[in-house]
């Protein structure tokens, strides 16, 4: 009896401490070495090396609550507010809130619990693929020789995957619980950038494909988690929207009426249906949908509602990177000939001598997906006065130092004195240009967050006038700084918008969905209450 108690005390003892022996249920324990440090590396958590299994396994217990289990905890208080604020709970401003308030609100409107989130781990193939594109997907599957049935639809092909996805990973001699980069062998730079943009994570910078596909594989829960968020709220908009459907309403449609609901929705039709067929047929789709059948499943009846449109979410993501695609081809075409050919320069893109502005903004928009691979001397661009100042003076170059002892130099003397002073250490290599890429990694981090804030009207206007952007009369400091921001996200990032948190589109991807299931399914509905109302 006193060993059953002390084994039973052990037990529990384990458990709570969350330790990783053979009681845990943490993933991780069965990963191998190689995996152990892809997370590590992909969290950006420094380990020893060498370091033997054990040391790496430790150091995964030690963060993984904090990054795979309970990401938020690790986030500031901005990125929190901006979260709540997405799933629309109110709460004082960032600014002012308390982070562990915070953390305990999202906690409760977290996506998922965290012994769903450590059993996710343990399968990594049942999601890591739900992101992905449809063309994605055919890659892969062409790649690997994967034999996918015609027609090769997108559920037919994450099935098809998935079924081969540990015999790929076998063949490449490569694990499977942490993927490494041989998952995205068939992505391009721009494939793996783009898939960032839509889904709302910030670019690494400066960055490499390496950087590109970690930032994806640490991403690929969060976004899964986004996604399924969405494809329930359009669910749940759906199943809303028939439960309006009373048989009284159903009644009162016409035959047109009900043809046109049924054709609205995709159910078919047999030729030759009377009026009676008609409505029993809308009264068995409505069952399907609700779940009111044996037989009935609202996931699977939702699908076949929406078949026509494909994957919501797919639909919703295309929508939004459709949105943010056009914001930046709005933003380019009011840039000048010289940023247009600094943002093709920063990207490594050849520019062909005597372009029209035309052709440079045709090839802006076709590497709006392309990262910039590194510093350049267009990451002088934003620093504020002091950061610039200061670089100059601790250059090492005297023609730099000069202008950085200036009292009278104004920003674009500095800006162009750094810029000139980067391309000379860039040309000589050695310790000053180390110098030159160590203090911008220092400067960019320190001045991300607040980037703007210190810089004069005088010098806000100038910046956006080297974009060619009119400056409408009567602006005042905050909409040009704010403009000023825009602009800068454009030019450094392409599409995307790293100053919003991953959470910031939400709403909008859940309102797309949202729209088109009212619009799809609930059109029918609106229009038999309404002559239901006018007949009573």
């Given amino acids: 009896m006193r060993l059953t108690s002390l084994f039973i005390f052990a037990l529990a003892t384990d458990i709570a401490i969350g330790s990783s022996n053979w009681f845990s249920k943490a993933a991780y324990n069965k990963w191998h070495e190689n995996e152990l ?16 299994r054990k040391d790496l396994e430790n ?75 449809e063309s994605t997907l055919k890659s892969f599957a062409d790649k690997h020789g994967i034999p996918v049935p015609q027609p090769r639809k997108r559920d037919t092909l994450l099935q098809q995957i998935r079924s081969n996805y540990e015999k790929v990973a076998r063949k490449a001699g490569e694990t499977a619980s942490y ?68 048989d009284k309403i159903i009644d009162a449609w016409s035959e047109s009426q009900l043809k046109e609901f049924c054709d609205k929705n995709g159910i078919s039709v047999p030729q030759g249906t009377k009026t009676n067929e008609l409505r029993a047929l809308v009264r068995k789709h409505r069952a399907e949908l609700l779940g009111d059948t044996l037989s009935g499943s609202a996931a699977s009846a939702f699908g076949a509602a929406t078949s026509k449109a494909g994957n919501q979410y797919a639909k919703a ?47 802006v928009r076709r590497n709006s997906h392309k990262a910039a691979a590194g510093f350049n001397a267009w990451t002088w661009d934003d620093l504020s006065y002091q950061h ?34 980067y391309a000379s250490a860039s040309r000589g290599g050695g310790d000053s240009y180390a110098s030159a890429t160590s203090y911008l990694a220092q400067a960019t981090q320190s001045a991300k967050d607040n980037v703007f804030d210190t810089w004069s009207e005088s010098e806000l206007k100038s910046y956006l006038d080297s974009y060619g952007v009119p400056i409408p009369q ?60 006018n007949e009573l």
């Fill in 317 to 363: 993501t295309n929508d939004a990177s459709l949105a943010a695609q056009e914001a930046f081809n709005q933003a380019v075409d009011t840039w000048s000939d010289s940023r247009l050919k600094a943002y093709l320069d920063a990207r490594g893109v050849p520019v062909p001598q005597a372009s029209k502005t035309d052709e440079l903004r045709a090839l």
């Fill in 59 to 133: 150091l995964v217990q030690k963060y993984w609550d904090n990054y795979a289990v309970a990401p938020y905890r690790s986030w500031d208080t901005e990125k929190l507010f901006a979260y709540l604020k997405a799933k629309g709970v109110e709460t004082q401003g960032a600014a002012e809130a308390n982070k562990d308030s915070l953390v305990s609100q999202v906690q409760s409107q977290w996506y998922e619990t965290e012994d769903k989130a450590q059993n996710a781990w343990t399968d990594t193939k049942d999601w890591i693929l739900d992101t992905w594109t």
């Fill in 474 to 533: 009567g602006s005042t400091v905050n909409e040009l700084r704010a403009e000023a921001r825009k602009q800068s996200t454009y030019f450094k990032y392409g599409t995307t918008n790293p100053v919003d948190t991953a959470f910031a589109k939400i709403s909008e991807s859940v309102r797309g969905a949202y729209q088109w299931v009212l619009g799809q399914l609930g059109a029918g509905a609106e229009e038999a209450k309404q002559k239901a109302k």
């Fill in 37 to 52: 440090e892809r997370w590590l590396s992909d969290n950006d958590i420094p380990y020893p090396t060498p370091a033997d």
């Fill in 179 to 246: 993927p490494g980069n041989w998952l995205y062998e068939t992505w391009s730079e721009s494939d793996l950038k783009e898939w960032l943009d839509t889904h709302g994570f910030p670019v690494p910078q400066p960055t490499s494909r390496d950087k590109l596909v970690a930032a994806v594989r640490r991403n690929s829960r969060l976004a899964y988690l986004k996604s399924q968020d969405q494809l329930y709220s359009a669910s749940a908009s759906a199943n809303a929207a028939y439960g309006t459907l009373t």
């Fill in 388 to 421: 610039l100042k200061q670089y100059l003076v601790n250059s090492g170059n005297s023609a730099a130092k000069k202008v950085g002892n200036s009292a009278s130099a104004t920003r674009e003397d500095l800006v162009k004195a750094a810029q000139n002073a």
